[in-house]
């Protein structure tokens, strides 16, 4: 059973997580000259911005902006310019460790490590089958290691037990544009929202998550295009917009089908379009055509004139831009929402044209290339299909195995954690995955991780998780390895090495291979150098919809980014999808699809009676990892709190800076209190970046998306009370 050997003070003390870093004479480099210039990407969130990192006797010492790289142009937001500053930290794993009972983590060799963690696998899976291994996997990771991994699991693993936490992230966008336009990628470069009448942006808090996207909505707004911004909380994009509405947690359906409703009904429909390259716009006008304004007011809490002026405007905008991003896809109906907004760029028919498009914004750093080339339970590479013989077919001869050999549709996150609390799944290996800080219902997976047999994590840092380890490998950052990611874009970009990792710290696929030899399989696992994987993952993706074949790194380097698909060497890239109006289904046609609204899995009650959301903040990243261990950002947002209106707050006698206590059906936490005008007098927001007792996800519930998969993060009944 994974134990903890040292109690949880004695490894807060020993590793973290709030350890700040500071080397002797401070972070000012700038009088060193540095060895190197490295052009290369921001690790952290999906718009993979260009940056140059300044390296001096192997660590990163500062960076430049990377002005000629398109898409940020230079620009950086904190996480990005302070990014530097974690490779160098003291909690930097450097050596393999074990936990060893009753004693705590002890020094090891990588081959003790390897011998230890082959015997866990053959035995546990000699026991009880394959499947009862899993292997949980990030996607900040480049698209080399994405592609190794899904490979290392099916063929070395040969476990069906594999996916990613991407699946906290965006695989509800992913399975909406898959089922609406056959292919899942934002329709445009963001060059295109430069060029719009109108964005509406939904679910989305541009400015600290995405924050270079704000500037190109800003340049659009100078040129005189409208913003329309749809969030329960005012965001500070949200606070500029034209039009703001402030819709109730867990009702985006509702709002958009009453928005196509009233399209239809002022005949501000491109019937052209609709006809010519579409199928299913009957079915949905049956079905929205008992949504009124007032019945989604009431629904919503959205003022019915703010409604039918969003229809006006977005029935008659000439070009315009939809953007979504967490806030609607974090729902156990994540995929019904992102369907219902495209029902409506459909039904405008404004896509595949100079400044009409549609994106969904990537939230982690490889988001979009982490979910195209066989990273999750039911993908191949090509971001083909698991369960379709002839994906099957293809990829295994790619590979050089059996089709029988290559295992099925495998459990997704929550599922595996759900199954190893059932005893089901015994082992588990983790990379770059934090599931005891992500995943929602954090009581629920710290009793699941006790029950494993073996737990082996592969990260740099020591993250909450990797305390049930059984062995710890460290493994390399994002500036220590090569290869490419892509983008929220769709842009595939080179990720460059600038330094080597450090101590005994290994390239995460070098580890992946090790491993794969030991297990008997090097046959299959004999790479030289990213390069190489990239390669053979060109002809893995060839001819599935997330094809990569034609594109190289030096084409990558020429150009400063391909974007995918590129079918042939040769091809340019196609940064704005469906310019020939054609789609990924066979007969060429977009698919409307009905959608009716439906309420969320918690329910609103005179125990639970306020809305709970959850989002970032722009200092930190994911489950915080890494940006809780850089001083700057840790001091600009050292703990989370809560943001509660004034009329709640006087409801309940709270006043800023008050101590309030939330209570869910899963559990409670203590919060200093944020009164703020910004947010839905019905709803509180909490960010959720921080560990143990400061994890909201103690209150969230892993109900999940019956297609995506994905929990209902955005949405839990709370009630609130002042305890100070
Ligand atoms: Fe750019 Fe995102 Fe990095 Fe900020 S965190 S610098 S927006 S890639």
Redesign the pocket.
């Known amino acids: 059973m994974a134990q903890l050997p040292l109690s949880k003070e004695e490894i807060l003390e020993k590793f973290g997580p709030h350890q700040k870093h500071e080397p002797p004479g401070g972070w000012d480099f700038s009088v060193q000259d540095p060895d190197s210039k490295v052009k290369t990407?921001?690790?952290?969130?999906?718009?993979?911005?260009g940056?140059i990192l300044k390296t001096k006797d192997n660590q990163v010492i500062g960076f430049d902006p990377w002005e000629a790289f398109p898409f940020?142009k230079g620009?950086?937001?904190?996480?990005?310019?302070k990014?530097y500053m974690q490779g160098s930290h003291p909690d930097r794993l450097v050596y393999p460790m074990e936990n060893r009972p009753g004693i705590g983590y002890e020094r090891i060799s990588w081959e003790e490590a390897y011998t230890k963690i082959i015997e866990a696998i053959n035995r546990i899976q000699g026991q009880h089958g394959k499947d009862a291994f899993a292997l949980l996997s990030g996607v900040s990771l480049t698209n080399e290691k994405s592609y190794l991994i899904g490979k290392f699991a099916r063929v070395a693993l040969q476990t069906a037990n594999l996916d990613y936490n991407g699946r906290l992230c965006m695989v509800s966008a992913g399975a909406g544009n898959k089922k609406a336009f056959g292919i899942d990628r934002a329709a445009n470069s963001w060059a295109d929202i430069l060029e719009t009448d109108l964005i509406l942006c939904t679910g989305t808090n541009v400015s600290e998550c995405?924050?270079?996207?704000t500037d190109y909505i800003w340049k659009a707004r100078d040129r005189g295009a409208k913003l329309i911004v749809v969030d329960p909380r005012m965001t500070p994009i949200a606070r500029t917009a034209d039009l703001y509405l402030p819709v109730r947690p867990g009702t985006d359906v509702y709002l958009f089908n009453t928005i196509l409703n009233l399209m239809i009904e002022a005949g501000d429909i491109d019937f052209d379009f609709v006809n010519n390259h579409t199928v299913g716009f009957e079915d949905i006008k049956k079905t929205v055509a008992k949504y009124s304004p007032q019945d989604c007011e009431k629904v919503t809490g959205v003022p019915a004139a703010n409604i039918i002026k969003a229809a006006e405007w977005w029935g008659r905008a000439r070009r315009s831009f939809l953007l979504h991003a967490r806030g609607i896809e974090h729902h156990t109906k994540g995929v019904d929402n992102v369907l219902s907004c495209i029902n409506i760029v459909l039904a405008s028919g404004r896509i595949g044209r100079t400044g009409c498009g549609y994106g969904t914004i990537t939230g982690q750093?490889n988001g979009q290339g982490g979910r195209e080339q066989g990273h999750k339970c039911d993908q191949l590479p090509g971001n083909r299909d698991i369960t379709n013989p002839e994906h099957r077919k293809y990829v295994a001869g790619v590979w050089g195995i059996d089709e029988k050999e290559l295992p099925g549709k495998g459990l997704s996150a929550q599922e595996i954690v759900n199954d190893i609390h059932a005893g089901k799944i015994k082992g588990l290996l983790s990379i770059c995955f934090n599931p005891l800080v992500s995943l929602p219902d954090t009581q629920f997976t710290e009793e699941a991780l006790k029950k494993l047999d073996f737990y082996v994590a592969i990260d740099f840092f020591l993250n909450e998780t990797a305390r049930y380890a059984n062995i710890i490998l460290p493994g390399s950052l994002h500036e220590e390895d090569e290869g490419t990611a892509t983008t929220a874009e769709g842009r595939v970009v080179r990720i460059q090495s600038a330094v080597t990792p450090p101590g005994e710290a290994k390239i995460d696929w070098h580890i992946f291979q090790d491993l794969a030899k030991r297990l008997g399989r090097e046959k299959y696992f004999s790479f030289q150098k990213s390069e190489d994987i990239f390669n053979e993952m060109r002809v893995a993706s060839h001819g599935g919809t997330a094809d990569y074949y034609g594109i190289t790194y030096g084409m990558i380097e020429k150009k400063m980014g391909v974007f995918w698909p590129c079918p042939e060497v040769g091809h340019p890239g196609t940064p704005r999808l469906f310019e020939d109006k054609k789609f990924y289904f066979p007969d060429g046609k977009a698919r409307f699809n009905t959608v009716e609204y439906r309420p969320s899995a918690d329910v609103i009650n005179e125990e639970y009676p306020v809305y709970l959301t959850t989002g970032r903040v722009?200092f930190h990243?994911l489950s915080g990892a890494q940006t809780r261990r850089i001083g700057f950002l840790t001091d600009q947002c050292p703990d989370p709190y809560v943001e509660i209106h004034p009329r709640l707050a006087d409801d309940h006698d709270i006043k800023d800076g008050d101590i309030v206590r939330i209570t869910s059906r899963r559990g409670s936490i203590d919060l200093k209190a944020k009164v703020v005008k910004t947010i839905r007098p019905d709803t509180v927001f909490v960010p959720y970046h921080w560990p143990d007792e400061k994890s909201i996800n103690r209150l969230t519930q892993r109900a999940l998306d019956p297609v995506s998969k994905i929990p209902e993060f955005k949405m839990s009944a709370v009630r609130i009370e002042k305890i100070s």
Do not use: D
Request: net charge positive.
């Open positions: 990407h921001c690790c952290f969130c999906g718009q993979g911005c940056i940020n620009k950086l937001c904190p996480k990005g310019v990014r995405a924050p270079i996207t750093g722009i990243y």
